[in-house]
């Protein structure tokens, strides 16, 4: 593998972990008032795109990191339109 | 330019411009008590990395989107130490 390809993984990494907190804070106390609904709206378009584009260009650090930020901020997206 | 570049641009435009109303937020409150320190720093470092990992593939969305959203977290991990 590419050396570039673990810059890739670590990115993803972090930039993925950077994420949890926010899901699991939001998960758990089931308060998302004080997140923005434009932001998560956003956020879980706009990384839905960047794990097309990984697919596009076969980057599996991007389509891993992506996919995954894509299931958190749908978790966060579902908590704020169903908890207000 | 290929139809995968314009997805790429579409993706950096969303996740750049989610970060801006926190950004905004920050420079003009001031406040950063609800921001996590360790969230700043993972997101700082792995839009970093990001930015590198586009640099190596030449892509230019990548570098681009994950360049300016470089600059944003620098200005919330900037305050955030400043201001606690």
């Known amino acids: 593998m590419q050396?570039?390809?673990?810059i890739g993984y670590?990115?993803?990494?972090?930039?993925?972990l950077a994420f949890l907190p926010?899901?699991?804070?939001?998960?758990r106390s089931k308060k998302t008032r004080d997140i923005s609904l434009l932001w998560a709206l956003?956020?879980?378009?706009?990384?839905?795109?960047?794990?097309?584009?990984g697919y596009a260009n076969h980057s599996l650090p991007m389509m891993i990191a992506n996919g995954i930020t894509f299931?958190?901020?749908?978790v966060i997206l579902v908590f704020k339109l169903r908890f207000k």
Chains 1, 2 share one sequence.
């Open 22 to 27: 926010q899901a699991l804070k939001v998960f």
């Open 42 to 53: 956003l956020m879980t378009f706009g990384v839905f795109l960047w794990f097309c584009y």
């Open 3 to 6: 050396e570039i390809e673990y």
């Open 71 to 74: 299931v958190l901020m749908l």
């Open 10 to 16: 670590a990115a993803g990494f972090l930039t993925t």
